[in-house]
């Protein structure tokens, strides 16, 4: 079981990064998929999460209008499109896997992760 990150990369604030979450050795088909970041000298924080079949999407308060999450449940991936980047969404991004068909927030409700990809957004 294993899940991928990447798509990270340094951009100029105000431009954009798709973010990728490959799953292998399970399908992500029944899974609630989340994404969280960490930033430099602090806590790691909820981003964005995604409900199995994709009718239910959350957002964190920092991200909201500017970041989409989404699926294709087919090539077993989950995405993070990041518009309008901020300096302060510099941070190592993860994506997570919830078994639990329940959307959730926080980083005890998910059973597995990725190993993270760095997004810094510099001029």
């Known amino acids: 079981v294993q899940l991928q990150a990447s798509g990270g990369g340094l951009v100029q604030p105000g431009g954009s990064l798709r973010l990728s979450c490959a799953a292998s050795?399970?399908?992500?088909?029944?899974?609630?998929m989340g994404w969280f970041r960490q930033a430099p000298g602090k806590e790691r924080e909820f981003v964005a999460v995604?409900?199995?079949?994709?009718?239910?999407?959350y957002y964190g308060d920092s991200v909201k209008g500017r970041f989409f999450i989404s699926r294709d449940n087919a090539k077993n991936t989950v995405f993070l499109q990041m518009d309008s980047l901020k300096p302060e969404d510099t941070a190592v991004y993860y994506c997570?896997?919830?078994?639990?068909?329940?959307?959730?927030?926080?980083?005890?409700?998910?059973?597995?992760w990725g190993q993270g990809t760095q997004v810094t957004v510099s001029s």
């Open positions: 997570a896997a919830r078994a639990n068909p329940r959307v959730g927030r926080r980083e005890a409700e998910y059973d597995y």
């Open positions: 050795g399970f399908s992500l088909d029944y899974y609630v």
């Open positions: 995604i409900s199995w079949s994709a009718d239910i999407t």
